[in-house]
């Protein structure tokens, strides 16, 4: 039953306006072969869309790297799944490369093409996964060495006079279905936040809750414990969930909204009784442009504007009719991901 919300209260039987107009979506990054100079077209791409009013003037953007990986020579990096492992170099302006170059050059070529007063968050992301990287380096120590990428790269923009227009957060995409080990991904995550600083350049959480109580089927159990999930991705702190929101929903279903959106606002609401507050959200992740790119993804194909629009709509409470809604909350992003190496 939807309510309304007034002052705290929850009125059954009554909705909640309409949601607001969605955020202009962006287009989020797995970088697999994809040479420096394809994302450098890729930032040139951003800027064009912006200009042409596609995407919103404050993007957000991922690029995800896959796999975080330790090279024989010590050094750390990730996996680009198809691609080319690459490495963090510890080097950023004119003698990069690696990690740092790839991200100079998506920034540099954004900056080149930005309209005045455009932004955009650069969120350089890996995943926990074992199942295809059986060697995955998520540890401590990994963690440790992405923190300090991502300092570094805001440092890089700071100095080029960009910091204004371009800044450089760390993303995670952890999913049990990735691996079994909660605790490594909770390792990783202490790692980024020693390096990084108490609060400078926060963790955004762009992963799942596969398995966990929604309104469709309230009585499952989540793939990894309910606690641990909220942990991994809002109270361990300076982490911003960003959830995948993937599947789809026909308008006769009852709500006509996103099962994982569902989970998250349950989660969320586990999180304000549980005393960690309620998540802050900041975006639902779709996957609709991956999906096409290979042929699509039958029910989880949900838009980026749709993926928002149901996320916000859970946790505002628009379908809840069992209480004040503590979950209440904004978003600020939209964004899908993409296989396509090219702009």
């Avoid at 390792?187 to 992963?207: E, M, V």
């Amino acid at each position: 039953m939807a309510v309304l919300v007034l002052g705290g209260a929850a009125i059954p039987g009554a909705r909640l306006a309409a949601a607001p107009a969605a955020p202009e979506p962006s287009t989020s990054r797995y970088l697999t072969t994809a040479t420096d100079a394809e994302v450098c077209d890729m930032g040139a791409a951003l800027a064009a869309e912006q200009v042409a009013n596609t995407t919103d003037d404050d993007a957000f953007v991922i690029l995800h790297f896959f796999a975080p990986q330790k090279f024989p020579d010590g050094r750390f990096g990730a996996s680009r799944y198809t691609g080319a492992s690459q490495k963090i170099s510890g080097v950023t302006g004119p003698d990069a490369t690696g990690i740092e170059l790839t991200l100079q050059r998506f920034a540099n070529c954004y900056q080149n093409n930005n309209p005045a007063g455009s932004t955009v968050k650069i969120v350089a992301g890996v995943s926990n996964d074992v199942v295809d990287d059986p060697q995955a380096a998520v540890t401590r120590n990994h963690g440790e060495a992405w923190g300090d990428l991502i300092r570094r790269m805001n440092n890089w923009a700071r100095d080029k006079g960009i910091s204004d227009e371009v800044t450089f957060n760390g993303g995670l995409d952890a999913e049990r279905g990735l691996a079994n080990s909660i605790d490594k991904v909770k390792a990783w995550i202490d790692g980024y936040r020693a390096s990084n600083g108490s609060a400078d350049w926060n963790l955004f959480f762009y992963g799942d809750a596969a398995g966990c109580p929604s309104d469709k089927d309230p009585s499952t159990t989540c793939n990894w414990p309910a606690n641990d999930i909220i942990d991994i991705s809002w109270a361990r702190l300076e982490i911003t969930p960003f959830p995948q929101i993937y599947d789809e929903e026909p308008d006769t279903a009852d709500p006509p909204t996103s099962v994982n959106a569902q989970q998250w606002q349950r989660l969320s609401k586990r999180s304000y009784n549980n005393g960690t507050g309620r998540m802050n959200f900041s975006g639902g992740l779709s996957q609709y442009a991956a999906c096409q790119d290979v042929g699509g993804c039958p029910g989880l194909e949900n838009r980026p504007k749709e993926s928002w629009r149901d996320l916000w709509e859970e946790i505002n409470c628009v379908y809840d009719g069992a209480g004040a809604c503590v979950t209440a909350d904004d978003l600020r992003w939209t964004t899908q991901l993409d296989w396509d190496q090219s702009a």
